[in-house]
């Protein structure tokens, strides 16, 4: 029974094109966060949302915008993909704000070629 | 935000010793430390964290000590085994109220059998 989950796993694409990962969590927490882990394997913030507040990390780029159509799912849509944005993609959530688990899911492998 | 710094960045021990991380942190107002393992391949997850109100927390063979008039935390593996070989992450929590974590750059830990 999976906790949080995203699709595709992999994902192969031509730059300049558009492109969504999906996440679910069927964990019934408040908030959930995308990260990105680059080739080094660094895990940065890209996105935290709790309800109705997005809190965006200043250094993502503006083509990068995330989407929830309700609290269980946080979808993440690029636009005008860039070689730079070939990374993994981890989605996470946990259960409130300040001090708690964070649990993520599998990621997804991004390839822009 | 808050910057992690995390040391070493690899580190090879034989099985049954013991192995040392150490982290920095930057926000003197974080106050939620966790620690994550990450397999070849995986995700991320939590292996043990701790709150800025306890100096030292234990696990069976996994031990994290917090400073926070240094702001560095360390994580403690003793008795190692192969099966602990991995990435490890360390993080803050930066107070923002999103509970965003920011991430060490990590250590690549492997227990030579």
């Known amino acids: 029974d999976t906790a949080v989950s995203q699709t595709p796993k992999y994902l192969v694409t031509q730059m300049g094109n558009d492109k969504s990962i999906k996440c679910e969590q069927n964990?019934?927490?408040?908030?959930m966060y995308w990260y990105k882990q680059d080739s080094k394997k660094f895990l940065k913030i890209m996105f935290s949302?709790?309800?109705?507040?997005?809190?965006i990390n200043e250094t993502v780029p503006n083509r990068f915008s995330p989407k929830s159509p309700d609290k269980a799912h946080l979808n993440l849509h690029i636009n005008s993909l860039e070689l730079g944005d070939s990374a993994v993609y981890f989605c996470a959530s946990s259960q409130g704000q300040g001090g708690y688990e964070q649990y993520f899911g599998p990621g997804t492998r991004l390839t822009v070629t | 935000g808050e910057n992690v710094e995390q040391h070493p960045s690899t580190l090879s021990v034989q099985e049954g010793d013991s192995a040392v991380i150490k982290c920095t942190y930057s926000d003197s107002a974080s106050n939620y430390f966790p620690w994550y393992k990450q397999e070849l391949g995986k995700r991320p997850q939590l292996i043990i964290d701790i709150r800025s109100n306890v100096g030292e927390k234990k696990d069976q063979r996994i031990a994290v000590t917090l400073n926070k008039t240094a702001k560095h935390f360390s994580l403690h593996i003793t008795e190692t085994q192969p099966e602990d070989s991995a990435v490890y992450f360390c993080?803050?929590?930066?107070?923002?109220?999103?509970?965003?974590?920011?991430f060490g750059t990590g250590t690549r830990l492997t227990v030579i059998p």
């Open positions: 949302y709790n309800n109705k507040e997005l809190i």
């Open positions: 964990l019934g927490h408040d908030t």
């Open positions: 993080a803050a929590s930066d107070q923002t109220g999103a509970n965003n974590l920011f």
